[in-house]
């Protein structure tokens, strides 16, 4: 049965610090890894797609890396600012052709 | 409408009644899923519809939770004699097609459920 883990579970930092978000999968049969956003009271914003095939994916300051026979995922964000304030999830999709998801992390973001 | 509509978008019900929730997809969407997120969390997997086939049932954690999807587009959440631990926050999400691929899902903005 795969289990996603996200670590940490809560991340508070100074707006313009670097920083990264990880995330691990226990059985690395899947088709790709999906990161997103989740504002408070809203659905989830996609962030970031890498197949299996692929190794990272970067949409501007962020950064998505994908390490499958390890079972993990980082998700980098650059330049922090307050507006990334939100919970960041992370989600793998397998055979069983539904995505699974970790329990996010909440990040804030100090001005 | 351009994304997906969830409704209603906050629910307070008393334990033992029943309650649905209902999900408009993107129009064109032919899969559908829905989620559940409990306070502090990850989502939850409950249910899948893809075109006419059957539906994927295997995340409803019992027999009072049921959905179904008229006509391959709306679909209704039905939750029978409601307890306080079906409290969350339940995310709808429709995709092109069978996501195994490139497809990205579309999320709601999801139906909070509180039961008293």
């Known amino acids: 049965k795969q289990e996603v883990t996200q670590i940490p579970a809560a991340l508070s930092v100074p707006e313009g610090e670097n920083l990264v978000l990880n995330c691990s999968f226990t059985?690395?049969?899947?088709?790709?890894l999906q990161w997103f956003r989740q504002d408070p009271g809203k659905g989830l914003t996609s962030l970031l797609l890498?197949?299996?095939?692929?190794r990272e994916q970067t949409s501007g300051r962020l950064n998505a890396s994908l390490d499958k026979s390890s079972g993990r995922s980082t998700l980098y964000i650059a330049a922090s600012q307050p507006g990334d304030s939100a919970t960041y999830l992370c989600?793998?999709?397998?055979?069983?052709?539904?995505?699974?998801f970790g329990q996010g992390t909440t990040l804030q973001v100090k001005p | 409408g351009a994304g997906v509509s969830q409704s209603p978008s906050n629910k307070v019900t008393e334990k033992g009644k029943d309650v649905e929730l209902r999900c408009d997809p993107i129009?064109?969407?032919?899969?559908l899923y829905w989620y559940r997120q409990s306070l502090g969390q990850g989502l939850e997997f409950l249910i899948y519809?893809?075109?006419?086939?059957?539906?994927?049932k295997s995340g409803l954690p019992s027999d009072r939770f049921s959905a179904e999807r008229t006509g391959g587009s709306v679909s209704t959440l039905t939750i029978q004699r409601t307890q306080q631990e079906d409290s969350a926050v339940y995310l709808c999400?429709?995709?092109?097609?069978?996501?195994?691929?490139?497809?990205?899902?579309?999320f709601g903005a999801g139906s909070r459920l509180t039961v008293l």
């Open positions: 999400a429709s995709s092109i097609s069978r996501a195994s691929g490139a497809n990205v899902l579309t």
């Open positions: 059985d690395s049969a899947i088709y790709n």
């Open positions: 890498i197949q299996s095939s692929q």
């Open positions: 989600a793998v999709w397998g055979n069983t052709g539904k995505l699974i």
């Open positions: 129009s064109g969407h032919t899969a």
């Open positions: 519809f893809q075109g006419n086939s059957a539906p994927d």
